[in-house]
T-cell receptor, first 117, second 112 residues
Framework: DTGVSQDPRHKITKRGQNVTFRCDPI?????LYWYRQTLGQGPEFLTY????????KSRLLSDRFSAERPKGSFSTLEIQRTEQGDSAMYLC???????????????FGQGTRLTVV | LAKTTQPISMDSYEGQEVNITCSHN???????ITWYQQFPSQGPRFIIQ???TKVTNEVASLFIPADRKSSTLSLPRVSLSDTAVYYC?????????????FGDGTTLTVKP
């Protein structure tokens, strides 16, 4: 297992089109997270899954955004009717299920850079 | 989630020790402190994590005073390849990293 992988690495799309990104987490990790990062800013939390259940969504995740994690393995993030403001790096991370009170670290993929023109 | 405050940027020279301090006045009893490193066009990478006193691994040390309201990441003998953005996060085992707020981090520039 080489870590968290994301596909594609880069995506250019026209405004109004739909795009879908894929994330393959580290195989034994129960938790999967999506973040968005714009230039000069830190990553912003979007949503996370524990196995196949989506447990939390940020207010940043508008109705145009949807994420799935069927069977608790890979995940997809879809953006419908893209806008120029959606241009950003979309990062996926995974971590093992934490035991309360013990620390866990998240492993990030290299991200998908989306450019909406 | 506890809010963190870090310097926006720091400069250093190769071979020097670099200390980056993070303030987290509202840290909760169950919160851990985690530091990540990020290079351009890459995802963040875990550096070190601690709860109290001192933690050391092969790349860094983390110093946490008794009141835990701040922490200091120490990078010994930095090289040019340590130029990156460093983020401090606080959270418990359920929120750490995954749902934590990264903030804008500290941009460290190492000069020759």
């Amino acid at each position: 297992d080489t870590g968290v992988s994301q596909d594609p690495r880069h995506k250019i799309t026209k405004r109004g089109q739909n795009v879908t990104f894929r994330c393959d987490p580290i195989s034994e990790h129960n938790r999967l997270y999506w973040y968005r990062q714009t230039l000069g800013q830190g990553p912003e939390f979007l949503t996370y899954f524990q196995n196949e259940a989506q447990l939390e969504k940020s207010r940043l995740l508008s109705d145009r955004f949807s994420a799935e994690r069927p069977k608790g393995s890979f995940s997809t993030l879809e953006i419908q009717r893209t806008e120029q403001g959606d241009s950003a790096m979309y990062l996926c991370a995974s971590s093992p299920l934490s035991i309360r009170g013990l620390n866990t670290e998240a492993f990030f993929g290299q991200g998908t850079r989306l450019t909406v023109v | 989630l506890a809010k963190t405050t870090q310097p926006i940027s720091m400069d250093s020279y190769e071979g020097q020790e670099v200390n980056i301090t993070c303030s987290h006045n509202n840290i909760a009893t169950n919160d851990y402190i985690t530091w990540y490193q990020q290079f351009p066009s890459q995802g963040p990478r875990f550096i070190i994590q601690g709860y109290k006193t001192k933690v050391t691994n092969e790349v860094a040390s983390l110093f946490i005073p008794a009141d835990r309201k701040s922490s200091t990441l120490s990078l010994p003998r930095v090289s040019l390849s340590d130029t990156a953005v460093y983020y401090c996060l606080v959270g418990d085992g359920d929120t750490n990293a995954g749902k934590s707020t990264f903030g804008d981090g500290t941009t460290l520039t190492v000069k020759p």
